[in-house]
């Protein structure tokens, strides 16, 4: 077998090159969770995020102990990652519904025994049938919010995030070295939006953003100055607002006029990309006043309320 030789200097940039994407940890809830915590403390939103640092709690003890689930087709990942699609289609297994022992999973162990509303919300949710299920799943995914009852948006949210995570880490070595295809503006492992951006901060990485996937959490290099959406390279305005973290905050685009939040690690970097989008609302709230649209779905937040 031969192959082409590479010269040092060839060799030290495909070394430091850094990889296109990058899969979440397999603590990631219990991380998010612990994010949630912290930001709770002296927070006007504080109730809400406590509430979202248990829902994260849970989802760890499923991922790390799931339920029997049936098996992905294997000749289907081979086949979508021969053709450069995502292997874990949200179009497709949405409607299979075999996430659906992961949310029952989930609904088990999560509870709250002082809120009324959100006891009610899970029971719905736990007595819907697998049909009623896949038509809220499939709204809720495909941004069709009025498709589904607002209170069950983070909870079903939640067992969707948890179900595609599950499968992507069991494909981690095969899609941590998808090649770089190029511009996305979706998941390149599950074909969901992005939730929102971090800006990396250390070695290779330095200065890099990562869109964040708003279903698996599966991180893709897409460059800066140009609009994830549009792509857009006409100038970027970025906008915080005063009393949001300062690690956070909005790139608006004046073609589209849409908008994504970017986390700067530099300024917290310890920081997670769903807890400081939903402690940072007062800056959605901002940018719609300057008649802008959010570009990115937090699948545990329905738009116009807390969930």
């Known amino acids: 077998m031969t192959g082409k030789l590479l010269e040092p200097g060839q060799i030290e940039a495909a070394a430091e090159r850094p990889p296109f994407i990058q899969l979440p940890p397999h603590d990631l809830f219990a991380l998010r969770a612990a994010q949630f915590d912290t930001l709770a403390t002296d927070h006007p939103l504080g109730e809400y ?3 979202l640092a248990g829902v ?8 790390d102990q799931p339920p029997a689930l049936p098996a992905l087709s294997e ?5 979508s990652l021969r053709h450069g699609l995502p292997p874990l289609s949200v179009d497709t297994l949405v409607r299979e519904g075999g996430w659906q022992p992961l949310l029952d ?7 709250t025994a002082d809120n009324p509303t959100v006891r009610a919300a899970l029971a719905r949710l736990h007595r819907a049938d697998e049909s009623q299920r896949k038509a809220w799943a499939v709204a809720l995914l495909a941004g069709q919010y009025e498709g589904l009852p ?3 948006v983070p909870f079903l949210g939640a067992g969707l995030q948890l179900a595609w995570t599950h499968w992507l880490l069991g494909l981690r070595e095969r899609l941590e070295a998808l090649p770089e295809p190029g511009e996305l503006t979706h998941c390149p492992c599950c074909g969901a939006p992005p939730m929102a951006g971090v800006i990396r901060h250390r070695g290779v990485f330095n200065g890099l953003r990562y869109l964040v996937c708003s279903l698996c959490s599966a ?10 959406q549009c792509l857009s390279t006409r100038e970027l305005d970025y906008v915080r607002r005063d009393g949001t973290p300062g690690d956070v905050q909005a790139e608006a685009c004046p073609s589209c006029h849409g908008y994504l939040k970017l986390l700067y690690l530099e300024r917290r970097s310890d920081g997670e990309c769903l807890s400081a989008d939903l402690a940072s609302l007062e800056l959605d709230m901002l940018m719609n006043e300057q008649g802008f649209h959010r570009l990115a779905p937090n699948l545990l937040l329905a738009p116009g309320g807390e969930g």
Request: with cysteine; charged share 20%; proline share 0%.
């Open 49 to 51: 995020l406590r509430l």
């Open 56 to 63: 994260c709690r849970a989802q760890q003890q499923v991922l």
């Open 75 to 79: 000749r289907r990942i081979q086949e």
């Open 105 to 111: 999973a989930w609904l088990d162990i999560f509870y």
């Open 150 to 152: 607002a209170a069950l």
């Open 219 to 228: 991180q893709w290099h897409f460059v800066r100055l140009k609009c994830s």
